[in-house]
């Protein structure tokens, strides 16, 4: 499984930006995608995950500003990301579980920076 994520960007304090993550390969083996992020100095922690029978989770930090959706197809998720706060500036990186091997491949992260 190959992922490509697209959508970062500048954006000012309180707006918003989507987050694209295309899947290609044996998508049939992703079990769930996650969106992560890293900012400077702190670790990657999770923002949100979506699983393959619809189950979705959020951090708290995330939760009603942040919307992950998938399509039907398991091959794209997106994260829809408003009220941008300066303190969601991180590297964002999308993740994929593969089924086989319980374990996490990830894209290449995109840049998310809010400012004041």
């Known amino acids: 499984v190959q992922l490509q994520a697209s959508g970062g960007g500048l954006v000012q304090a309180g707006g918003s930006l989507k987050l694209s993550c295309a899947a290609s390969?044996?998508?049939?083996?992703?079990?769930?995608f996650g969106w992560y992020r890293q900012a400077p100095g702190k670790e990657r922690e999770l923002v949100a995950s979506i699983t393959s029978s619809g189950r979705i989770n959020y951090a708290d930090s995330v939760k009603g500003r942040f919307t992950v959706t998938r399509d039907n197809a398991m091959n794209t998720v997106y994260l829809q990301m408003n009220s941008l706060k300066p303190e969601d500036t991180a590297v964002y990186y999308c993740?994929?579980?593969?089924?086989?091997?319980?374990?996490?491949?990830w894209g290449q992260g995109t840049q998310v920076t809010v400012s004041s």
């Open positions: 993740g994929a579980l593969i089924v086989r091997t319980s374990s996490w491949v």
């Open positions: 390969g044996s998508i049939f083996d992703i079990n769930a």
